[in-house]
């Protein structure tokens, strides 16, 4: 079992920024990545950002070279530096761990952090 806990969101100008933690307990060991997704009110959930085991990044389109995902291991910690925000990435952010165990994934979820973006 992975328990994760979101922090850090809130309400920002478009231009602004945040950073959101995303804190890990449980049997970290079997983690294999960490993702930040988002969802926005009527639309599908979207992968924002991941973090492999061995600290390969990936971001989708909408985000690149203006968030960055980035961890600290010393603290059990996965953190969505976001930069440039602009109206369209308000949503409710969540993050996301993949586990493998016995040749198994299994994903966990944090309960989310609104972010919203207005002027």
């Known amino acids: 079992q992975v328990q994760l806990v979101e922090s850090g969101g809130g309400s920002v100008q478009p231009g602004g920024s945040l950073r959101l933690s995303c804190a890990a307990s449980g049997s970290l060991f079997s983690i294999t990545a960490m993702n930040w997704y988002r969802q926005a009110p009527g639309k599908q959930r979207e992968l924002v950002a991941t973090i492999t085991r061995g600290g390969s990044t990936n971001y989708a389109d909408s985000v690149k070279g203006r968030f960055t995902v980035s961890r600290d291991n010393a603290k059990d910690t996965v953190y969505l530096q976001m930069n440039s925000l602009k109206a369209e990435d308000t949503a409710v952010y969540l993050c996301?761990?993949?586990?493998?165990?016995?040749?198994?994934?299994?994903?966990?979820w944090g309960h989310g952090t609104q972010v919203t973006v207005s002027s």
């Open positions: 996301n761990a993949r586990a493998n165990l016995f040749a198994m994934d299994y994903y966990y």
